[in-house]
């Protein structure tokens, strides 16, 4: 009692771990039945041990300015104390004294507030501990707390519950939450938002705190101590509460291919919906599509995830994660893939492969969702037969990519493997196209990068574009095993498009691969890129050295080709075999310029007409040589013999019926 009407009361009083030793705080109520204020500069506080030593004690800064009780009031005010390491409640008696002159020293003490042995101020597990403010109450608890672990690590997480039931808000300042083990070791649980929470009249707000601790600490016994920054003295955490850990069962503990992650948005479902390893250099590319599923009845947001693979429980790798083209959430039952990927070195062998996945809050702070387990044997890239489709199914880049031709061109030394893909744009507006990357290997493990030319510019709905795929290879390498491996390329964490320059590529699959493109018996229908070159009527007049050849052709254009790869080119050749020799000898030979601006340029058209004139190597013919016209496709320094057909000097050679027979055929 502080008079007949006027008392104070000890209503908690905590322990916390400091640099120093512990803190000790004391929350008291103070109530003024008087008639005046009481002055609370009349009242001080005196904090002994056991053995009868004395601590230094102060006013929390919050209450600092409180030196006055207004009649029929009550207020609250916190006192703390740096005490040592090994000091437990039961050893300290908090003393109230007034300043009275009447009295020996001055001081008349009015009572004192002593612990029990077996006193404790942590709050059991499942209780609720009020919390007390100068103008309303809170109560909290610890709704429910499960564990996991993952190789070296141990996760925490708490849902945790604050209430206030008073008619005046209050907000939590620069609150800290910590997970204490039985040893006294502390690890910082970060929650879900780390602002500063306001608490309204009768609000009730549930949140999650997640904290990693090594998994060599015991968590039996555990408890989540809250502490709050004394004003600007960042030196002292004062005491806010201490609660008794329960854990439930682990809900993302244990790795498998789901799992559902719950927030206050709604109910997640995370599958490992493919994990794959490809070639990328020096180095391997591992990647996974993770499916997230709305399980919810109303629309949520995409979580952002970020994590890493954990490589046997051994190995760490941080992945990272491509940007979802949808933005806007998930409706009820709807659902989003997601792919991450990191690198690591090609020798790198593993069994198992979890994804542990954390939902970023924001810069500083993330949750754990949970963990998806793989498999090395789940890693193999899928083959694909030679006549299936390559599909990607992002919205707003759907797309069909097949594989059109397989040629070699070959050089003295070398020769270029070159397969050619066509990918159709299957969206509804045009797209620009996905950067495709392409690795070459056969069954021995052998891999080539293959070098992707591409034609610029987008494409239009059920538009094409045209790709190569190239390689060059020792002239003597056998092609007859290569596989062609391609996927969507990645530069950091987009899918690579335009300019972009990939670091990574994703979705990969392998295909099979067709024979190489045989030479043609006769020109007709010539493949060039997007363009069909047929030759109908073929006339050589030589004026020696001079030869002026007068072409009658039809060159068709595939105009829903919208993009087509630059360094390839048709080159006709007129050569003379001599079957004593065994010799092939090249009368001419010039470059045609397809659908150029030239004078010389072949048009797309029927039946167009063109002269080429040109000096010849040879100005002799010899009635036992065999003479050919030949169409040779070059690229890369390197030629390929396309099609060819005999022919005679100084005649027209008329090949319209030949080729209409060979149509019907």
Do not use: C
């Not at 949140?207 to 015991?218: C, D, E, M, Q």
């Not at 048009?603 to 030949?630: C, E, I, M, W």
């Amino acid at each position: 009692m502080l008079s007949g009407s006027s008392y104070i009361n000890l209503v908690d009083a905590s322990l916390v771990p400091s640099d120093n030793g512990q803190i000790a705080a004391f929350t008291l109520s103070i109530y003024n039945g008087g008639a005046s204020e009481l002055n609370l500069m009349d009242y001080w506080f005196r904090l002994k041990n056991s053995v009868g030593g004395t601590y230094s004690i102060k006013t929390a800064a919050a209450d600092a300015k409180v030196t006055k009780v207004a009649s029929k009031t009550k207020t609250f005010i916190t006192v703390y104390a740096q005490v040592g390491e090994y000091i437990k409640l039961s050893d300290l008696s908090l003393n109230i004294v007034k300043f009275d002159f009447s009295a020996a020293n001055y001081e008349r003490s009015l009572g004192k507030f002593t612990f029990p042995t077996a006193f404790t101020n942590v709050t059991a597990a499942g209780a609720i501990k009020p919390i007390y403010f100068s103008n309303t109450t809170l109560y909290s608890k610890i709704a429910s707390a499960t564990v996991g672990s993952s190789g070296d690590d141990t996760f925490v997480t708490v849902n945790f519950v604050y209430n206030n039931m008073g008619k005046k808000s209050v907000t939590l300042s620069k609150y800290k939450y910590y997970i204490v083990a039985a040893g006294g070791e502390m690890y910082e649980a970060t929650p879900e938002d780390t602002a500063d929470l306001v608490m309204d009249p009768l609000k009730r707000k549930e949140f999650k705190l997640t904290a990693t601790i090594p998994s060599t600490v015991k968590t039996t016994g555990a408890k989540l101590v809250i502490v709050k920054s004394n004003g600007e003295d960042a030196t002292i955490n004062l005491p806010v509460g201490s609660y008794q850990i329960q854990f439930g069962g682990p809900t993302t503990s244990t790795a498998t291919d789901t799992f559902n992650y719950a927030t206050s948005n709604g109910t997640y479902q995370f599958n490992l919906a493919q994990l794959t390893r490809q070639p990328w250099g020096t180095q391997d590319v591992l990647s996974a599509r993770v499916r997230i599923t709305n399980k919810s009845t109303t629309s949520i947001a995409i979580p952002n995830i970020t994590g890493y693979f954990y490589l046997d429980d051994k190995v760490k790798l941080d992945f990272k994660t491509v940007a979802t083209d949808n933005t806007f959430g998930l409706n009820a039952g709807a659902y989003v893939d997601l792919d991450v990927y990191a690198k690591l070195p090609t020798n790198y062998s593993f069994t198992k492969a979890k994804l542990i996945i954390n939902d970023q809050k924001d810069d500083k702070t993330s949750t754990k969702a949970g963990e998806l387990l793989g498999t090395s044997s789940q890693t193999a890239i899928p083959v694909y037969a030679v006549d299936r489709n390559y599909q990607i199914a992002r919205v707003g880049s759907k797309s069909t990519a097949t594989i059109k031709t397989v040629n070699i061109y070959n050089s003295t030394t070398s020769k270029v493997f070159d397969v050619q893909v066509m990918l159709t744009n299957n969206e509804l507006r045009t797209i620009t196209p996905s950067n495709l990357v392409g690795y070459f290997v056969n069954e021995n493990g052998d891999t080539f990068p293959a070098t992707t030319n591409a034609g610029e510019g987008n494409i239009n709905p059920n538009n094409k574009s045209l790709i190569s795929f190239t390689t060059v290879l020792p002239q003597n390498y056998s092609t007859s095993n290569l596989r062609l491996i391609i996927g969507e390329g990645i530069t950091d964490t987009k899918y690579s498009t335009g300019t972009a320059v990939p670091d990574a590529y994703l979705n990969t699959v392998k295909f099979n691969l067709p024979v190489e493109q045989r030479t043609l018996s006769r020109l007709k229908d010539v493949p060039m890129l997007n363009y069909k070159l047929t030759i109908n009527k073929f006339t050589p007049n030589v004026l020696a050295p001079t030869m002026n050849l007068d072409l009658n052709y039809t060159l068709d254009k595939d105009m829903t080709v919208n993009a087509v790869p630059k360094d390839h080119k048709l080159v006709l050749a007129l050569e003379g075999f001599d079957p004593d020799e065994g010799k092939t000898y090249t009368y001419y030979s010039e470059d045609l310029d397809i659908d150029g601006d030239k004078d010389k340029s072949l048009k797309p058209g029927t039946n167009n007409k063109v002269t080429l004139t040109k000096d010849l190597n040879y100005d002799t013919f010899y009635s036992d040589y065999v003479y050919y016209a030949r169409i040779y496709e070059v690229t890369q320094n390197s030629k390929k013999l396309v099609a060819e057909q005999e022919f005679r000097w100084f005649f027209e050679n008329d090949w319209t019926k030949e080729n209409s027979t060979a149509s019907s055929n």
